[in-house]
């Protein structure tokens, strides 16, 4: 393990020229203190690493030296041959450039990998796109803002907000992010770092002026500190149901609404009900979800939640009371 994480070490600072311990242990997933004695250990082997310190400092190897050491592991070729999320590959305008890629490395393989290569590709597919997903999102600005981003230019985006008001704004673009078949545009406004889907950019101009890079930004870093904040924001409004047997077990798995937060299904009530708190976003939203399993959940709190629930079942049923019984039958 410690040689393939020195070999590792030995091609980043081949590829980055200079790197901190910091960015080294961060990527490969150790402490500072073990790249330390990493760093050691190659001195020690006689290759030529050199610590500057101060800002702007880090680990560089010394006279432009390099090794020839590219060989890859079972499972390292393995990962290069999982299937890639072919539609984003798409979006990108890289799809065929990734089979081409692909193509090229499956030949320059030796020929005793290339079972190991084709057997895992036939056996692993990964579908990035969401269950709930039908249609695909608009990206017909997605190529003008990549350009943007390779050019390392400021852009003047015209953007819908979700209230549905077209704002102007000039930003400098930092990355784009796809989770699931949804592309995000994440750029610096001035001070401040903000996040712009892409389906909802209507206007991009490429601007003459270079975009700002904040030092040390970290695109995978600051989209996971932003997934964290967004969900700890998101609106709580905790219920607590009991839930007949036949369908306790669908419970977690059946509502994007809704999540199970703890269910006692280790003690039952004496009708063997199963009590269980979930988590929803709001009154309405738990209310919808809710009367989807009709009879068979009842609301314990809160009570505002349960008159809300049975002023929408009775509104149901004065529904189609006026309905009439037959009105199916004619249309």
């Given at each position: ?7 590792s ?8 020229e200079q ?6 242990a ?10 330390q004695?990493?760093?050691e250990?190659?001195?020690?082997a006689g290759?030529?690493?050199l610590?500057?310190r ?8 010394l006279d432009?030296y390099r090794?020839d050491?590219t ?6 070729i393995?990962?290069?041959f999982l299937?890639?999320?072919?539609r984003l ?6 799809r ?5 890629a692909?193509?090229k490395?499956f030949a320059?393989?030796p020929?005793l990998?290339h ?5 895992f590709?036939?056996?692993i ?9 039908a249609?695909?999102?608009n990206m ?11 050019q390392?230019?400021?852009l003047?985006?015209?953007y819908?907000?979700n209230?549905?008001?077209?704002v102007?704004?000039?930003v400098s673009?930092?990355g ?9 545009l994440v750029?610096?406004?001035e001070t ?7 389906s909802?950019v ?7 002026q270079?975009a700002?890079?904040p030092e040390?930004?970290n695109?995978?870093?600051y ?15 905790p219920?607590?149901?009991?839930v ?6 669908r ?11 703890k269910?006692?299904?280790d003690s039952?009530?004496?009708?063997g009900?199963?009590?269980m708190k979930?988590?929803?976003?709001t009154d309405?939203e738990?209310?919808?979800y809710?009367?989807?399993f009709?009879?068979?959940v009842?609301?314990l709190?809160p ?16 529904f189609?009371?006026?309905r009439g019984?037959?009105?199916a039958?004619v249309?």
């Amino acid at each position: 393990m410690r040689a393939d994480r020195l070999i590792s070490i030995l091609l980043l600072l081949q590829a980055h020229e200079q790197m901190t311990a910091r960015d080294l242990a961060t990527r490969l997933e150790v402490s500072e203190r073990t790249i330390q004695r990493d760093m050691e250990a190659l001195s020690a082997a006689g290759v030529p690493v050199l610590s500057e310190r101060g800002s702007g400092g880090g680990w560089r190897l010394l006279d432009q030296y390099r090794t020839d050491l590219t060989g890859m592991t079972q499972a390292e070729i393995q990962s290069l041959f999982l299937t890639k999320p072919t539609r984003l590959l798409a979006d990108l305008g890289l799809r065929q450039a990734a089979e081409g890629a692909l193509i090229k490395l499956f030949a320059a393989l030796p020929a005793l990998y290339h079972r190991d290569a084709e057997f895992f590709r036939q056996r692993i597919h990964i579908d990035g796109l969401s269950w709930e997903r039908a249609g695909k999102e608009n990206m017909t600005f997605l190529p003008v803002l990549q350009e943007g981003l390779w050019q390392d230019r400021q852009l003047l985006l015209t953007y819908q907000r979700n209230d549905e008001v077209l704002v102007e704004r000039t930003v400098s673009p930092l990355g784009l992010v796809a989770k699931n078949n949804t592309w995000y545009l994440v750029a610096a406004v001035e001070t401040e770092l903000r996040t712009y889907r892409v389906s909802r950019v209507q206007q991009v101009v490429i601007l003459d002026q270079t975009a700002v890079r904040p030092e040390g930004f970290n695109l995978a870093v600051y989209w996971e500190q932003s997934t964290a904040e967004f969900r700890a924001n998101l609106p709580r409004y905790p219920v607590t149901v009991r839930v007949a047997p036949e369908i306790a077990g669908r419970m977690p798995i059946s509502g994007r609404y809704a999540r199970v937060e703890k269910a006692e299904t280790d003690s039952p009530d004496a009708d063997g009900w199963v009590r269980m708190k979930l988590l929803c976003e709001t009154d309405w939203e738990a209310c919808e979800y809710l009367l989807s399993f009709g009879a068979n959940v009842e609301v314990l709190e809160p009570a505002a939640l349960r008159a809300l629930i049975m002023q929408a079942a009775r509104e149901v049923v004065e529904f189609y009371e006026r309905r009439g019984v037959g009105v199916a039958e004619v249309v």
